[in-house]
T-cell receptor
Framework: AQSVTQPDIHITVSEGASLELRCNYS??????LFWYVQSPGQGLQLLLK??????LVQGIKGFEAEFKRSQSSFNLRKPSVHWSDAAEYFC????????FGPGTRLSVLP | DAMVIQNPRYQVTQFGKPVTLSCSQT?????MYWYQQKSSQAPKLLFH???????NEADTPDNFQSRRPNTSFCFLDIRSPGLGDAAMYLC??????????????FGPGTRLTVT
């Protein structure tokens, strides 16, 4: 069975600063990887996904993620954060089944 | 717009009083999922339907049931809600249960309060 960890429970960045949210997985093969965002009181929205091919994946809202097989990681990045990016971010992995990570809460300072 | 709709957005029920949450979709997807999300936690899959085939997660309590009368609608029934069942309930759909059609589309959720 696979597992996914997000080491950072809560991250605070200033508006305009760059952002990196970490995601690590454990699985015997290359899983399929997703990042979702959840605004307060809302459902989840898919930001991007990786199935195969180019390891740098572009998503919506200016986000990108890079799959690194050697590090079992799929970190989410954004070069310049906007106040509206404040939300909960979930990494998810599909191997034998679909599993969400515990989430990282992003706060943005004005 | 095609989407996943959940009604109501907020539901209050009494301890032990059955409650039903509703989900509908206009995406014509084969698979519908129900997740439970407690405060500051990740969503936890309760069960899913592939078409009419029901798939229960091993650790989903018997108190939770589901119905899918047609492609568009899926219901979550909580037979005897306890205080521990207070949570956000998320409905999701996907075109297929396997990749590449596995991308899940989520509704806005129903916040359940148990008094």
């Amino acid at each position: 069975a696979q597992s996914v960890t997000q080491p950072d429970i809560h991250i605070t960045v200033s508006e305009g600063a760059s952002l990196e949210l970490r995601c690590n997985y454990s699985y015997g093969a290359t899983p399929y990887l997703f990042w979702y965002v959840q605004s307060p009181g809302q459902g989840l929205q898919l930001l991007l996904k990786y199935f195969s091919g180019d390891t740098l994946v572009q998503g919506i809202k200016g986000f990108e993620a890079e799959f690194k097989r050697s590090q079992s990681s799929f970190n989410l990045r954004k070069p310049s954060v906007h106040w509206s990016d404040a939300a909960e971010y979930f990494c998810a992995v599909y191997g034998q089944n679909f599993v969400f990570g515990p989430g990282t809460r992003l706060s943005v300072l004005p | 717009d095609a989407m996943v709709i959940q009604n109501p957005r907020y539901q209050v029920t009494q301890f032990g009083k059955p409650v039903t949450l509703s989900c509908s979709q206009t995406l014509n997807h084969n698979v519908m999922y129900w997740y439970q999300q407690k405060s500051s936690q990740a969503p936890k899959l309760l069960f899913h339907y592939y078409d009419k085939d029901f798939n229960n997660e091993a650790d989903t309590p018997d108190n939770f049931q589901s119905r899918r009368p047609n492609t568009s609608f899926c219901f979550l029934d909580i037979r005897s809600p306890g205080l521990g069942d207070a949570a956000m309930y998320l409905c999701a759909t996907s075109r297929e249960a396997l990749l590449p059609g596995y991308e899940q589309y989520f509704g806005p959720g129903t916040r359940l309060t148990v008094t």
